[in-house]
């Protein structure tokens, strides 16, 4: 085994190496903390990894499951293409409002929409509409996991990179669910991709585990 477990300092020389702490983004996460809203973003480090798994897929259409206030959303809409755009769904308002105040400061607003909508219901209607996407991020609720991945697949074409964060749940992965929906419902997720011929996949050890998944 040749992963390097992560200590604070070790995480912090990381992401000091690797772009740093974007103000805006410390802004944006004091707020989400102020107005009691979950801060469940994910990392400094995955937003930088989703930024460049972006730009060097030349990404132009990607779509988020989960916008949260927006911290994710804004890594992925930059590594977009310059006429790119991010849908993004969010199922609370008070979140997506955070987030599209967000958009705006980062001057994001023209190359991203929120859609306010339980996420399958949407996807489906993405799907119902033929969109495609180059780069699709899911981050939502664990136990739709196996059925946002297969709207996911429907939305994609050959060469769609789909990513799912909280993939190893904090090591817990490996242990039993012990009725534990969410970690199950991971369990149950990769099981389903790895097994899946539609498409090639690995989890990677960056944050909390993202899976990716490229669409044959």
């Not at 992560?6 to 802004?27: A, C, R």
């Not at 981050?139 to 059925?147: H, I, L, M, N, R």
Request: charged share 30%.
């Amino acid at each position: 085994m040749k992963s390097v477990p992560v200590s604070e300092e070790l995480y912090n020389y990381i992401v000091g190496y690797s772009g740093g702490e974007d103000k805006l983004m410390t802004e944006l996460i004091k707020e989400t903390e102020a107005l009691e809203i979950p801060l469940i973003q994910i990392s400094y480090d995955q937003g930088r990894f989703l930024y460049l798994l972006c730009k060097m897929l030349k990404a132009k259409d990607a779509l988020e499951i989960g916008t949260l206030t927006g911290f994710s959303g804004i890594h992925i809409a930059k590594g977009l293409s310059e006429d790119g755009k991010l849908t993004t769904v969010e199922l609370e308002s008070k979140h997506a409002g955070v987030a599209a105040k967000y958009f705006e400061k980062a001057g994001l607003e023209d190359k991203t929409e929120i859609f306010i909508s339980p996420a399958i219901e949407q996807m489906k209607k993405l799907v119902t509409e033929k969109r495609k996407f180059d780069f699709i991020f899911i981050d939502a609720d664990k136990v739709s996991y196996p059925d946002y991945f297969e709207q996911a697949v429907k939305l994609s074409h050959s060469g769609t990179v789909l990513a799912f964060d909280n993939m190893l749940k904090g090591g817990k992965v490996i242990e039993d669910a012990a009725g534990d929906a969410d970690i199950l419902a991971i369990q149950q997720t990769n099981k389903i991709i790895s097994e899946d011929k539609r498409v090639e996949s690995m989890i990677l050890t960056v944050g909390d585990g993202l899976c990716l998944a490229l669409v044959r």
